[in-house]
């Protein structure tokens, strides 16, 4: 697997709710069809030249260029947001990835790109390539919560059966998933569900995972074990090698189960003692204000979590500082968010909350993102 080098880190507000954006990379740059100087390319035609493709991107409409600009655009990517590429080992795989780091580097987002290593067109290491994605995919999950930020999977480009991997990959390990197909212009999120799987048969398994997991192992040893264990049988495929390997789908189950060890899901936070009508501080004298904002207070403080919504300018100056991220957390050890609605002027609020901690405040954030000020 190769990686380009990551633009530098950017310096800001350690209080900003940070995300990284894990985005699967397709070849619709190249292959969607409109006024593009290279609209008609086919897979086996000559690549267009690098430079010409970045020149048009950044002027392009985002929301037409590429699956994944439409996505990223809806997602509202910023500076504060790092940016995970997965590309696949064909050639335009591989030249649309690239584009895009470059495109994305020069907009001050932090960006990074794998290749996985076994995805392309041969059949016959497709799987490969599978195992590959699952485990670069949990690897950066992993690290984005190691450094307290906020793992978004990005299924849009790439193949089917890749995209497909991405979900369970969500699913299993509790992060968002977003999907924006070529024909919408808002995203259909998958949020992380709030329930826990058995682990118990990878656990009870243990053993045998990790021993196919270390090294090749010739099929007939793997036969002798497969015998007690005959459950294990859908989760393993035999190699033209005469070895018998982990199949994407052991592999996924086998990996999940190991990166949920020793974690707990964050839980929501508990309920205000406070009556709806009585968290409303924000004032009602005559403002200039966006239109429908007094449905997202009253809607902010019937949320049960809400203690206090009142009106404070540090959220707009969060907000400012953070591009156009409508949320952000303010006060984690408090529970106090910023919350930034409309546009010309925004109305900015503080909305104290209950909960407790970056987990719990992260939680209570996503939801008012999705649900209230989207």
């Not at 699913?171 to 024909?183: K, S």
């Not at 212009?185 to 058995?198: C, K, S």
């Not at 979590?305 to 591009?323: I, L």
Request: with cysteine; aromatic share 8%.
């Amino acid at each position: 697997m190769s990686t380009w080098q990551q633009t530098e880190t950017l310096s800001l507000p350690h209080k900003a709710m940070y995300r990284t954006i894990i985005c699967s990379v397709g070849t619709s740059l190249l292959t969607n069809r409109d006024e593009r100087p290279w609209s008609g390319w086919q897979p086996g035609n000559p690549l267009p030249p690098h430079d010409e493709v970045l020149a048009w991107l950044r002027q392009a409409d985002l929301t037409r260029a590429s699956a994944e600009t439409n996505t990223l655009r809806a997602m509202e990517i910023d500076e504060g947001d790092e940016l995970v590429l997965f590309g696949s080992l064909t050639d335009e795989g591989r030249f649309c990835t690239r584009v895009l780091w470059d495109f994305y580097t020069s907009r001050k987002v932090t960006t990074g790109v794998q290749t996985i290593a076994g995805l392309g067109y041969s059949a016959d290491r497709f799987t490969a390539g599978l195992k590959s994605l699952v485990n670069e995919a949990i690897r950066a999950i992993k690290k984005a919560r190691d450094q307290r930020q906020i793992p978004i999977l990005c299924a849009t480009g790439g193949f089917k059966a890749e995209i497909a991997f991405l979900n369970l990959v969500g699913a299993l390990l509790g992060a968002e998933v977003v999907y924006m197909h070529e024909l919408h212009r808002e995203l259909v999120r998958l949020p992380q569900l709030p329930l826990t799987w058995d682990t118990y048969f990878v656990t009870n398994h243990r053993d045998f995972f990790e021993w196919i997991d270390d090294a090749p192992r010739p099929s007939h040893e793997v036969e002798s074990r497969l015998k007690a264990t005959p459950a294990l049988r859908t989760l393993v495929e035999e190699a033209e090698d005469g070895n018998t390997y982990l199949s994407a789908a052991g592999e996924l189950l086998f990996k999940a189960a190991k990166a949920r060890e020793g974690t707990e899901p964050p839980t929501w936070p508990p309920n205000s003692a406070r009556l709806p009508e009585d968290k409303d501080e924000v004032s009602k004298v005559a403002h200039h204000r966006p239109a429908g904002w007094e449905k997202v207070v009253q809607r902010l403080c019937a949320l049960a979590c809400v203690e206090q919504v009142r009106y404070d300018n540090q959220a707009r100056s969060h907000n400012q500082a953070r591009s156009h991220r409508k949320v952000q957390i303010l006060d984690e050890a408090s529970g106090v968010l910023g919350v930034c609605f409309g546009d010309d002027p925004p109305l900015p609020l503080r909305v104290e909350t209950t909960a407790k901690g970056r987990e719990q405040c992260t939680l209570v954030a996503e939801y008012i993102r999705r649900n209230i000020v989207r």
